[in-house]
């Protein structure tokens, strides 16, 4: 029977090769189970799993993802499944591309193509051979990589002339690109024309050229232009021995300066723009995953991949990139790691939970969807890495309280539980050479499952609309009923 409650746990398997050998770690379902976790948020890239691009779904490797499926059955969770890590033809679609590295974003078109198999095997129904029917809850249109993805920046020459302010240069004296770079006394690597360098460090004070010719190992002559094209002519000067850094952009303009900067160029704003983070890239997968999903299978809750970057607008601004987008998706989602940091406090632009949570609401409220709740679907602390052990049990505590108390909240999942005999340092249990060992915040955890065992959400009013006999309805849901007990899962 599935435990209706909001904790979760989530876990996965992170292959290197295929076959996919390792399965899901069954000590590992059982413990979350025995510890009272009602949910489970299990990974497996999808590239694992569709091997040949011109297969049905029917086709497909599903060994693995069955196995897991079938162990999270049979005990009861409810099962939530991130797509994800995408086969070479999903990233490829130069619509998709977000910077001229380059750096392709998750091609929308397959994304349905995976999901829909996905939903239609998984959907209580299909007759999985070797296990019957069986039912994945929930499904993610991403984990990470909409909002994970820092854009290259790396020094490939060193300047072998002093440059002039005043000057025009149309080539530039280097140190010889060498092959072995970057070990010590060698410089470069060979690159395309029109990628950009900057003088000194990326996002620094320096001025930006873009390289006008090929480059190749052994040269010492750059070819350059300013960045429209025409020579460069400096506005300060640099010594002989000043580094170039190549300077990777974004192919999109953005509104939001901390994506794509000025007409998706690199600026000098604070932080260095990171263009494959555009709320954009998700919100057109969303356009497409979401019908699609519900297409095949009307019953499956659809959430938004996680907001990652722990910086504080990037939680305002990506929900707000959205648009009507949100409108398709069930909950957002976000993960939070603030590391050594207490996740109560804030330093700079690094926000607390609190802050992180509220911003997303918020944004979400501007848009238009006041109704529309989060998911903290990973959070974590490493030990000693992080924190002691004792205050990552203080700081799971005020993470579930923080989730718990703030009205919109409806579920949260740790990272993670590892039963490996070398276990992560953010998972709950350790390995002393004989036995698995539960960390302190193991038991606040199961304390709030006894204590909280649901949650109440803050109640919504809609706009008080009058009923055609005169009266009025009170709070109403989204399907324009009056409300008798919520409905979870």
Known sequence: MLKDNPYGVTNGLNPTSYPVTPRLNQNAVNQAAADGLGNFRFQLDAQWIWRNQADNWTLWDWTPLDDAVSKLTAAGFWISYPLRGWPTWGLTNPSYQSTDEPHFMPDPSVVATFAQGVAQRYNGVYNIPTYGPMKIHRLEIGNEEYNISFTKSTLVYVLNQAVTAGNSYTTLAINAISPTFPTANTAGVPIAAGVHLQFGASGGSGETIKVTQATNNGDTLLHISNTSGGAFVPAQSYASGSNLTIVYYGLRTSPYAEYNGINGVLNNASPTPQPSRDPWFMQQSINTVAPAIRAVNANMKVGMGAIWWMWDNNFTDFIAGLGSALGLIDYMNLH????????????????????????????????????????????????????????????????????????????VFCFTYDFSTNPVHSSLYTWNGSTFVPRQAVTNLKNAIVQYPLWSPVSVVFPTIKRRDGTFPQTLRRDGLLPQTLRRG
């Open 336 to 411: 939070f790691y603030s590391n050594a940091l207490d996740p109560l406090s804030s330093s700079g632009h690094t926000p607390s939970i609190t802050t992180a949570l509220n911003n997303m609401k918020n944004a979400a409220v501007a848009a238009g969807y006041p109704n529309l709740h989060i998911w903290l679907t990973e959070f974590g602390y490493q030990v000693p890495d992080d924190c002691t052990e004792a205050q990552q049990a203080t700081r799971y505590q005020e993470i579930l309280d923080a989730c718990r108390t703030s009205g919109f909240v409806d579920k």
